[in-house]
């Protein structure tokens, strides 16, 4: 187990904690109604299932695990248990740990929760820390100017770079403040161990370019996307 992390179990649950929290969560922090008026749902994006929780003062975001597709005819919330190591919420958590030791701009992890439902299923939970004073990329394409679009290719090269695929690149992923872009929602990514390849490179990128086309239309995504590959590949040009 890393030091980053300390694992807390009772009876069917698990909990993994963030030293910095250690004595602080308890597993009513995974659900909403605990929280009252002090949890407000998250609009934009996703399938539902996060809210924004005021956490005793700490500012944190919290998620649960929802299905999408035709598998919400089978569960909405459950998945079939393979394993501790195969939970999705322990391991987004061990994910960001390791993210955030690399520097890269993304929610520390605050705590990651499970509970076995039976012996085949369970259902899971994450708080991460909010990232303040940011607004989704998807709110913001018609305002970021060119040089915007330039940084955030630059800092989608710094994941690639690191082997970092991330199963979900959209624009309601990309937080922006200012001049700095945040990445969030890592349910299913994972550090691809020969980072040298390109092809997942590729598609992450395109999976990007169809969420800009879908939101912004073809033409501003042709536009931007010009700026965004040149700070992706380090160039300067205008």
């Known amino acids: 187990m890393a030091e980053s992390e300390i694992c807390v179990r009772d009876n069917h649950s698990a909990c993994l904690l963030h ?14 109604e605990y929280w009252g008026k002090l949890a407000r749902p998250v609009s934009s994006g996703g399938r539902g299932g996060a809210w924004f929780v005021d956490a005793d003062g700490h500012q944190v975001v919290l998620r649960k695990y929802l299905r999408g597709g035709l598998m919400t005819r089978l569960s909405r919330s459950s998945y079939v248990f393979l394993g501790e190591q195969h939970v999705r919420s322990f391991a987004e958590f061990r994910l960001l ?12 992890p605050v705590a ?8 085949l299923h369970y259902q899971a939970s994450i708080i991460i820390e909010r990232i303040d004073n940011t607004a989704p990329l998807a709110d913001l394409i018609g305002s970021l100017d060119d040089n915007g679009w330039r940084n955030l290719g630059v800092n989608l090269r710094r994941f690639h770079d690191a082997g970092v695929k ?6 309601f992923n990309v937080l922006v403040r200012g001049d700095e872009f945040f990445l969030i929602d890592f349910d299913k990514g994972r550090i691809v161990q020969s980072p040298a390849s390109a092809g997942w490179k590729s598609a992450n990128l395109e999976r990007f370019a169809r969420s800009l086309r879908k939101l912004a239309g073809a033409k501003t995504q042709e536009r931007v996307w010009y700026f965004l590959m040149n700070g992706y590949n380090g160039s300067q040009e205008a």
């Not at 030293?19 to 909403?32: C, H, K, R």
């Not at 740990?97 to 520390?108: A, D, R, S």
């Not at 990651?112 to 012996?119: D, F, G, K, L």
């Open 97 to 108: 740990n390791w993210l955030t030791e690399l520097e890269l701009p993304v929610p520390k």
């Open 166 to 171: 991330h199963a979900d690149l959209n624009c």
């Open 19 to 32: 030293p910095d929290y250690l004595g602080q969560v308890s597993e009513a922090w995974f659900s909403p």
């Open 112 to 119: 990651a929760w499970y509970r076995r439902m039976s012996p």
